[in-house]
């Protein structure tokens, strides 16, 4: 089976976000589609960045913790 294009991979990412049933499932596939635009560009190290502080940010909010 060949490997999807990148096209491809929008297209499927763009339809899970349009069937999203909750603002955190949109969101995932909103940074999903984020990825899939970065991935092979000088851009890939900075969204991984944005990935991880996105991730900490979270571990923080699920722990009750400040944000701000």
Do not use: C, F
């Amino acid at each position: 089976m060949p490997r999807k294009t990148k096209r491809e991979k929008m297209i499927e990412a763009a339809a899970i976000a349009h069937s999203s049933r909750s603002k955190s499932d949109l969101e995932n596939a909103m940074h999903h589609m984020l990825w899939v635009l970065a991935e092979g560009t000088r851009y890939q190290e900075d969204v991984e960045i944005a990935y991880e502080m996105l991730e900490k940010y979270r571990k923080i909010q699920r722990a009750g913790g400040r944000t701000y």
